[in-house]
């Protein structure tokens, strides 16, 4: 994709938000820098404590401001809870410096629901959408996918489904640059009588005549890797736990292979000759390289990193909004549901 942006990109950073903050949000910002050093950060955290860590690391400091907020978001605070007592805290500052045009995108590590809610209610969806819908890429033997909802929406109608399916088409275009992406819905079978009356429904209505979209029906667990569908389409519920099947799973295989090779003189002799090969497929295998997950649907950039990510995969999330504000993004998924809007407002 062309870099259509003429300025340098702002990243509003949630600074208090995850597990290793705020030492890995600086160290995944000051490393991003070493390949994108244009890009500009507002910090929104403790200045103290941001202060105190700062002083790490010299790319960061020439290049980013710090806004002091006295309160946090916890892991376990409720999202009604959060959206009514965000005015204060990192992650609801952040959020408002997208709304109100100081930053370009925001990355935050924090609660899933506190963000997806206070970004709802700060940036409002687009006019066509009921409901955002957490997307990201995955990895696939044929390519990269794209997969949504991946948690912000436990439970789904068949209309939230059919709207996720033209915003996951909308990104694989921008995104991929696919010029008619195939959509699949998750699905517990491929035959036409399998899944739950919502599933079903959103099927019947994916194969409506004239639907301008590519879809090629059910797909299941296993058609994920497969690449089968460049769009996979599930409830947040079924997307998360998919999602952190294949995390899990492909940490497993790192330890398999690690376990292997030290088991014996002669394992180990064939794990140094084998070592470049199993670098680059161990790589392929990293899911801190996939972090970031865009909030789709709303007017805004909202790029959510895992709750645990380290200073790379914090890189990577902020990797992905910078790539997501040079080309535009939300510009490009408005004018595709745009074109779509007789058939999405149901």
């Known amino acids: 994709m062309e870099n259509i942006l003429k300025k340098d990109p702002v ?12 030492w890995s949000v600086l160290a995944g910002a000051n490393n991003i820098l070493l390949t994108k050093p244009n890009v500009k950060f507002v910090l929104y955290g403790n200045q103290k404590d941001l202060n105190s860590e700062l002083s790490k690391f010299t790319n960061l400091k020439s290049r980013c401001e710090i806004i002091h907020t006295e309160e946090v ?11 009514r007592n965000s005015k204060n805290t990192s992650m609801g500052q952040a959020v408002n410096a997208v709304k109100d045009g100081v930053a370009d995108a925001i990355v935050s590590s924090g609660n899933t629901g506190a963000l997806m809610a206070i970004s709802k209610l700060a940036l409002r969806t687009l006019p066509q959408i009921d409901r955002p819908a957490i997307a990201t890429l995955l990895p696939t033997l044929r390519n990269k996918s794209v997969m949504l909802d991946l948690g912000a929406n436990a439970e ?18 921008a995104v991929l640059g696919l010029s008619s992406p ?11 009588v399998k899944g739950n009356e919502i599933v079903k429904a959103a099927s019947a209505m994916l194969k409506a005549e004239n639907i301008p979209i590519n879809f090629i029906g059910y797909i299941e667990g296993n058609d994920i890797a497969e690449g089968t569908a460049d769009v ?3 409830d947040g519920f079924s997307g998360n736990i998919a999602l952190k099947t294949a995390e899990g799973t492909a940490q ?3 330890y398999f292979f690690k376990q292997a090779f030290e088991s014996s003189f002669i394992a180990k002799l064939g794990g140094l000759l084998a070592a470049p090969a199993l670098r680059r497929t161990l790589k392929k295998l990293d899911h801190r390289l996939y972090n970031g997950a865009m909030f789709l649907g709303l007017n805004g950039i909202v790029v959510k990193s895992h709750g645990s990510a380290d200073e790379l995969a914090f890189a990577n999330a902020i990797s992905v909004a910078v790539e997501l504000v040079y080309h535009d993004i939300n510009a490009k998924i408005n004018r595709e549901i745009s074109s779509s809007q007789e058939f999405i407002t149901i």
């Open 11 to 22: 990243i509003a950073l949630d600074a208090m938000g995850g597990e290793g903050a705020p």
């Open 73 to 83: 978001i916890s892991p376990e605070t409720r999202p009604s809870f959060a959206v």
């Open 156 to 173: 789904c109608s068949a209309e939230n489904l059919f709207q996720f399916a033209f915003m996951g088409d909308a990104f694989a275009k």
């Open 182 to 192: 195939t959509i699949g819905l998750l699905n517990i079978g491929s035959e036409d």
């Open 232 to 234: 996979i389409v599930t």
């Open 252 to 254: 497993a295989c790192k």
